[in-house]
């Protein structure tokens, strides 16, 4: 009888133990459920958060297509400032008033308050997207500038359809008033189909380019591939048969002889005539040296990208949205970040 006794007394607590063990088990299961659910509801929270730093950037850019966020720089591949705001209406600067603004770092500064939904925009018109270069066109030799190096690249423009003018259309881009007030130029650089018979080129290939000012005065010059001298064209054209390619430096001042109309924008149109070419335009400013930090030396490229981060909750969500420049374009938007901890 006393060994019976003993037998179920450890049969009770293997039977507590087990009995233990699946509630905790079921409890550990209710936790995490719980935790996901909460994890899930503040997502959508930072969802929306994220989405009204979309519409806020798509709001600057009909105030003005020229809007770009942070304002100090337009390397913003290179640099965490950010515009951040919470869906209060509390913007956090780091200047001594709104006008000051220079963003702030998203990398040091913690969100203060995690209950509170909070996004962080940023927005450009660089070349190719928001972590592109300062010119119009591709950064082949990534070194931020443009050479006809890059042009005569094989890879260049390679499934980038935007970097190439078909013969006989009009690539169209503005240049805010703050490029010409600062002294600015430009200098474009041309490639052409290495198959065309270079005879061919001599006799046929020319482009036409010309500058709109604000008042609507225009001025226009031809730009034969193989011509030196001709007065209709610009002194500068470094023409290179062999390559199929010709460089073009100076063109507002070859367009504007007296001066460029101060405190106006300008609107380039570049019109190569029968034959397609590849195309690529930077500033004087950025060429070589390197620009020098701001966005007066930047030439528009084809986009506005608007960039937010939503905050809500220890969790993030990313969302980005691309202008096209040109026609006004929204593309789809693209959701980077479902669900992150933390921030």
């Known amino acids: ?40 509801e503040n997502g959508v929270g930072s969802y929306y958060a994220a ?20 304002f100090d720089t337009w390397k913003l591949k290179d640099n965490s400032s950010v515009f951040r705001a919470d869906l209060a209406g509390e913007i956090e600067i780091t200047g001594s008033s709104i006008i000051d603004f220079k963003g702030i770092n998203k990398n040091t500064s913690t969100i203060s308050d995690p209950s509170k939904q909070y996004y962080d925009l940023r927005m450009g018109y660089l070349g190719n997207g928001i972590d592109e270069s300062p010119f119009y066109g591709q950064d082949i030799n990534s070194d931020e500038n443009l050479l006809i190096g890059d042009i005569l690249d094989t890879s260049y423009g390679v499934n980038k359809p ?6 006989d259309q009009t690539l169209t881009v503005r240049l805010p008033s703050t490029f010409v007030n600062v002294s600015n130029d430009l200098s474009a650089f041309f490639k052409y189909d290495s198959a065309i018979d270079s005879a061919d080129l001599t006799a046929n290939a020319r482009v036409i380019v010309e500058a709109i000012d ?15 001298g001709n007065p209709d064209n610009f ?22 002889p007296l001066g460029v109309p101060l405190g106006s924008e300008i609107t380039l149109k570049i019109t190569p005539i029968y034959y397609d070419v590849q195309f690529g335009l930077i500033s004087t400013k950025c060429q070589n040296t390197a620009c020098d930090m701001t966005n007066q030396t930047v ?37 980077f970040v479902i669900y992150n901890a933390g921030q």
Do not use: C
Request: charged share 20%.
């Open 51 to 70: 989405e009204s730093g979309i519409e806020e950037g798509l709001l600057r850019y009909r105030y003005s297509d020229f809007s770009s966020v942070p």
């Open 299 to 335: 030439v528009p490229g084809p986009f506005t990208t608007i960039n937010s981060t939503g905050y809500f909750g220890g969790t993030l969500r990313t969302m980005q949205a691309k202008i096209d420049r040109k026609s006004g374009t929204m593309y789809d938007l693209y959701k």
């Open 235 to 256: 002194s500068t054209v470094d023409a290179s048969i062999a390559n199929r390619s010709f460089s073009l430096t100076q063109i507002l001042t070859g367009l504007y």
């Open 1 to 40: 009888m006393k060994r019976e006794r003993g037998s179920a007394i450890i049969i009770a607590i293997l039977l507590v133990t087990a009995i233990g063990t699946i509630a905790f088990s079921f409890g550990r299961i209710l936790i995490l459920e719980a935790n996901n659910a909460s994890v899930y």
């Open 214 to 228: 604000s008042s609507g005065m225009s001025s226009r010059k031809n730009v034969v591939f193989n011509s030196d």
């Open 162 to 167: 935007i970097l190439k003018i078909d013969h």
